[in-house]
């Protein structure tokens, strides 16, 4: 047992919880699988793809960006989001990389 993490995570872990939440919301989920590859959506369209209002894809969003799953660019007066996969899959990465080193 390594009981150097029993008490404390390593900072380089702490932005996984955040990330492993806002991927774990079905309606997140739901959110991310509306990108096709390169895509950029603003919130208006998810919302009509959505049974959701636009407050609350509104929320998911500024949760899935906060979690550095999606990014944001401003389009005049709108704002669109486009998925990170690349940061996404490299944080991903560094887990998997973990539990193999550990099988």
Known sequence: ????YAQT???EWLEYS?????L???????????FEPGESLNVTELTRAS??????????????????????????????FRLRADALIERLRTVIDYLEAHR
């Open 1 to 4: 047992m390594r009981k150097d």
């Open 9 to 11: 995570i390593p900072p």
């Open 18 to 22: 955040g990330l492993f939440a806002a």
């Open 24 to 34: 774990g919301d079905p309606e997140r989920q739901r959110i991310l699988l509306s």
């Open 51 to 80: 049974a959701l209002s636009r407050p609350t894809v509104s929320h998911h969003l500024k949760l899935l960006c906060e979690a550095g799953v999606l990014e944001r660019t401003r389009h005049g007066r709108e704002m669109h």
